[in-house]
């Protein structure tokens, strides 16, 4: 049953968030009135990510009888190890960003907009680059759903509902990128809905490998939580850190509270009484294990 839900989540967080980004950018992602604010879409995203992490996958973890200074370790090399990809990625595409600056110079602020999650680095003809680089992401985010899902089936649902929130901003800037290579926007979505599936692939990895290595659980549930922060810290909110009118700045703040409030009711229906029970009696075995230890 497991796998099943795993593959479903999934699918919904790395196709549907492709599909919804479509949508939004048929509707309109831009700044101004008459259209889907990227901010707005930012701070849900931070929001989501950020209460998924301290709110369900680190205390999910800390129920282990790990020692907390390991898991600590764990978070910290976690937050390192991303901040290292972001650097690498970085390195290897700043020989093509300095090539394609004075091609991208005069469509810098309207891709800025649009790209709201910060590929403003992806050459215009990188289509192929940021494909795999998003193919590689979404295999990623599937293997952590998975971790989740194995811990708890409420867990799982939190989890997918928090990547398909931060992976909306990341497909419009991809499809934005896409379709300035390409003539065809269907094509565009075809390609990055391809990506997409590749969150149902480490979904399926996920499953085999934790499963097999049940032991590690917490370790991944950690890991799964330092790459959602990080996310959030280094790549989203900073990218809300601008000056801004009192009203905007009150909706942004708005924005990552539903994105917090969203994550908090999706939890609460998902398992509903059947997870109170669960946890009181997860809560006495641990205790009464505690005692006979």
Excluded at 50 to 57: C, Q, S, V
Excluded at 124 to 138: F, K, N, P, Q
Excluded at 167 to 180: K, S, T
Aim: with cysteine.
């Amino acid at each position: 049953m497991n796998l099943f839900a795993i593959i479903a989540a999934t699918l919904v967080a790395g196709i549907g968030s492709v599909w919804i980004a479509a949508l939004l950018l048929r509707v309109g992602v831009r700044s101004g009135a008459g259209g889907v604010n990227p901010q707005h879409l930012l701070s849900l995203a931070a929001g989501a990510l950020l209460a998924t992490a301290f709110m369900h996958l680190l205390p999910e973890a800390f129920e282990s009888r790990i020692e907390p200074g390991v898991l600590f370790g764990v978070l910290l090399f976690g937050l390192v190890f991303f901040f290292l990809l972001d650097k690498a990625e970085l390195w290897h595409h700043g020989h093509e960003h300095h090539q394609g600056r004075a091609d991208d110079h005069g469509h810098g602020h309207a891709h800025d907009h649009a790209h709201a999650h910060n590929h403003d680095h992806a050459p215009r003809g990188g289509g192929w680059a940021v494909l795999t680089g998003d193919s590689v992401h979404c295999f990623g985010d599937g293997i952590l759903i998975a971790s989740a899902f194995i811990a708890d089936l409420r867990l799982g649902m939190v989890a997918a509902i928090a990547v398909l929130a931060h992976e909306v901003p990341h497909h419009i800037g991809d499809l934005v990128v896409l379709r300035q290579s390409s003539a065809n926007p269907r094509a565009a979505l075809v390609k990055v809905s391809l990506a997409g599936t590749m969150t149902a692939m480490g979904g399926v990895v996920g499953w085999w490998l934790v499963d097999r290595l049940h032991g590690w659980l917490p370790y991944f549930l950690v890991l799964a939580a330092s790459s959602f922060v990080y996310v959030a810290l280094a790549d989203l909110i900073p990218q809300l850190q601008k000056r801004l009118p009192a009203r905007q700045t009150a909706l942004q703040i708005a924005w990552l509270v539903a994105g917090i409030v969203l994550v908090t009711l999706v939890s609460r229906l998902a398992h509903g009484d059947h997870d109170h029970a669960h946890d009181g009696a997860g809560h006495d075995a641990a205790h009464e294990a505690a005692h006979t230890h």
